[in-house]
């Protein structure tokens, strides 16, 4: 995935199909992006969580794109332990 050598980072990680439908419904055509193990998601469900990984380039868009989406059904922040200490 990582075709054009950018560096990913990771966003959030969610248990939630819905999340992935929605996240992919927001950023495709917008960003550089993958799910790190969404396909294992079916296969171990609640064990492995899906990862949105995001080019370095499009991290302040991405998180402008979902700062009003809010994760389903076991969902995990988009924000890092760092940043929650940011007021």
């Given amino acids: ?11 959030l990680r969610t248990f939630s199909q819905v999340d992935l439908a929605m996240i992919k419904s927001l950023l495709d055509d917008n960003v550089d992006y993958y ?3 969404e396909n294992f998601m079916t296969v171990r469900p609640l064990l492995e ?3 949105l990984m995001v080019s370095e380039n499009d991290l302040a868009d991405v998180k402008e ?9 076991l969902g995990i922040s988009l924000k890092t332990d760092k940043e929650k200490d940011i007021k």
Avoid: Q, R, S, T
């Avoid at 794109?65 to 059904?73: F, P, W």
């Fill in 1 to 11: 995935m990582n075709e054009n050598n950018y560096k990913y980072i990771e966003v």
């Fill in 35 to 37: 799910f790190h193990g």
């Fill in 65 to 73: 794109l979902l700062k009003d989406y809010e994760l389903n059904y």
């Fill in 49 to 51: 969580p899906a990862i």
